[in-house]
């Protein structure tokens, strides 16, 4: 097992995620508990130190069955990770009430890191109204206290929304989740993220290494060109060797299913093998190319924005489009439109062309906002 030093301790390069637990009948709330706790069992004895779960996962059961699973062994033979569910409006002014919920869930005294969850444009403002909610001075005081050993957040939200997370909290934060992966170091800033982060000496964990499985398998040019240069390599473990080639990515949460997962994972963590330049540049080829279909080709020069009547914020919408439309659906796309007033939204795109007598890619904007508003439904 490759190992990552973080503030004297030893974590664990691959973290075991607990959003994607095996399931009974496909049910994603009944956890099929025999087999979670045997796939606990063989990550613990193969070095995984690092748990990863959250309020809500497996409709707020995943917490229980980590409990029960690593309940079993020794306090500080693991560390558990867990979150504040901030991505609901709902909880918001409860943070009093879940976090001692969430302690007794998991059977623990205290959590070795603890995360603002899903820091985006829906809900900033809340994070950042501790006079309204209180979540940050609560967690700050439960870090005081010892039942927060290591505070961090998760993000998937915009560089803006991340830069202002930063200025308001940043001091404080000794780690970032990160959505991360060779094609969101492009698609989503990744790679901007990564720098900002860097300044502050913040260390990055990521989350979707495999961007919810889809670089699991490519397309057979794609696999035939990386064969050709590592013949050994599964296809999987390149995006898992892109995150390893990355100095301050510390742990790497892979959620998995099966049993046949977690072995070829633990293949891939037995060692540290870094890209080296030429392979990182096959990898940004080949994203490139993945992400040439179903995207338009927007540059965010902005020449749009001063001929809309509307006054709409065309390359961030353009982007969500992309985004939405690559992945075929999630939930990025909404979540960030939800921050949006309507006004500003894609359904109010007039239809006027303007913006299109200015574009230098010459897309057809209000062809594709008005797809944007059929595909989000």
Excluded at 194 to 208: A, D, R, S, Y
Aim: hydrophobic share 35%.
């Amino acid at each position: 097992m490759i190992y990552r030093d973080f503030q004297g301790l030893k974590l664990s390069m691959l973290g075991f995620g607990a959003m994607r637990l095996p399931v009974i009948d496909g049910d994603d709330g009944r956890i099929d508990e025999e087999a979670a706790l045997r796939m606990v069992d063989t990550a613990m004895g193969s070095g995984i130190n690092y748990y990863d779960t959250a309020w809500g996962y497996h409709g707020e059961n995943s917490e229980l069955v980590m409990g029960k699973a690593l309940g079993r062994y020794p306090r500080e033979s693991y560390y558990i990770a867990t979150k504040f569910p901030g991505y609901d409006s709902a909880n918001w002014g409860k943070v009093r009430e879940i976090f001692p919920r969430q302690l007794e869930k998991l059977g623990v005294d205290y959590f070795d890191f603890y995360l603002f969850h899903n820091v985006c444009e829906m809900n900033i403002d809340a994070y950042l109204d501790d006079e309204k909610y209180g979540i940050y001075s609560y967690l700050m005081e439960q870090k005081r206290s010892g039942r927060i050993r290591h505070l961090g957040f998760s993000c998937h939200g915009s560089i803006d929304v991340l830069k202002r997370f930063l200025e308001a909290y940043g001091k404080d934060m000794e780690f970032c989740q990160l959505q991360l992966n060779y094609l969101d170091w492009t698609f989503q800033n990744g790679r901007e993220k990564v720098e900002l982060l860097e300044k502050q000496n913040i260390p990055v964990w990521v989350m979707e290494p495999l961007r919810g499985g889809s670089l699991a398998r490519l397309a057979p040019a794609y696999e035939e060109e990386l064969k050709a240069l590592r013949p050994e390599e599964e296809i999987p473990a390149w995006a898992f060797r892109f995150l390893q080639s990355i100095p301050s990515v510390t742990v790497i949460l892979s959620g998995m299913s099966t049993e046949e997962q977690l072995e070829k994972n633990l293949k891939t963590f037995s060692e540290d093998k870094k890209l080296k330049e030429s392979e990182m540049a096959a990898l940004r080829g080949i994203s490139e190319r993945m992400l040439s279909v179903g995207t338009v080709p927007c540059t965010a020069c902005h020449y749009c924005v001063s001929h809309c009547p509307q006054g709409l914020d065309i390359p961030s919408l353009l982007a969500l489009y992309n985004e939405h439309a690559f992945t075929g659906g999630g939930f990025i796309a909404p979540m960030a439109l939800s921050a949006l007033p309507e006004e500003k939204r894609p359904q109010a795109c007039l239809g006027c062309r303007s913006c299109e007598q200015v574009c230098p890619q010459q897309i057809k904007i209000s062809e594709v906002l008005a797809d944007f508003v059929k595909k989000l439904g």
